[in-house]
């Protein structure tokens, strides 16, 4: 049963850094794009960034200078680095896993339960 498991959540002041985790129970997690998004209360879901089999990283403009995704194809987890924290990333964090199809199989993706991060003066 594919499972993507977030951690690292919790609260932390203007200006702090926190780094999210997300284990992912897949087979093949190196062939997955992994991506981080959030939702924040009342809004629509968003991308954060992605990273993609061949560990290139791309950032939506929020994130960029100050979060960085890497990962661990040996501990098959995706992490999310973010400083310099600001009110407005209060949201739900949420991990997901996408795979393209090939002539052997479907496209595939799978979403994490998320984890609640919420920065406070």
């Known amino acids: 049963q594919v499972q993507l498991v977030e951690s690292g959540g919790g609260l932390v002041q203007p200006g702090g850094s926190l780094n999210l985790s997300c284990l992912a129970s897949?087979?093949?997690?190196?062939?997955?794009?992994m991506g981080w998004y959030r939702q924040a209360p009342g809004k629509e879901r968003e991308l954060v960034g992605q990273?993609?089999?061949?560990?290139?990283?791309e950032l939506v403009d929020f994130a960029k200078d100050r979060w960085t995704i890497t990962r661990d194809n040996q501990k098959d987890t995706v992490y999310l680095q973010m400083h310099n924290l600001k009110p407005e990333d209060t949201a739900v964090y949420y991990c997901?896993?996408?795979?393209?199809?090939?002539?052997?199989?479907?496209?595939?993706?799978?979403w994490g339960q998320g984890t609640q991060l919420t920065v406070y003066s």
């Open positions: 997901n896993a996408q795979r393209s199809a090939s002539p052997f199989r479907p496209a595939s993706q799978y």
């Open positions: 897949l087979n093949q997690f190196p062939a997955f794009k």
């Open positions: 990273i993609f089999p061949s560990a290139i990283v």
